[in-house]
């Protein structure tokens, strides 16, 4: 005869794998939230460097040039910095759904467990009469 516990464990199975799927998409979104706000500060020192370095000295052209490169770099940060919002969004979907797919999880793992103590309880009660049987046929010889 199979337990209810036995019939439960492949939806167990499925929700722990469907969890662990979920917890490795969440390690991998954070790693390109980490890698993005590194790039971001990449550029953001990378400006402070070409922006401190002298133009003493230089003519129009190399100014204008120098200023131009300067408001790539300002461009470049400002769509960095929105792809750290949009990696940040992401994060917190995937962390969502990680959360949804444990809760899952550890709520079937209980269901199960509860089965698990319900037929163990009942195992016991058998056995108990059993024995309570065994020693009555011995009482009565």
Known sequence: MSSRA??????VDQARQRSEDALAKLATQQQLLAKAEHQLGELQRYRQEYAATGAA?????ALLNRQTFIERIDQAIVQQTAEIARQTRQL??????????HARESALDSVVAQHREHERRAEDRQ?????????QHRRLR
């Open 6 to 11: 036995n019939k439960l464990q492949p939806a």
């Open 57 to 61: 000295a230089l003519s129009v052209t």
């Open 92 to 101: 917190e979907q995937v962390r969502d759904h990680w959360k949804q797919t």
């Open 127 to 135: 056995e108990q009469a059993e024995v309570d049987e065994r020693m």
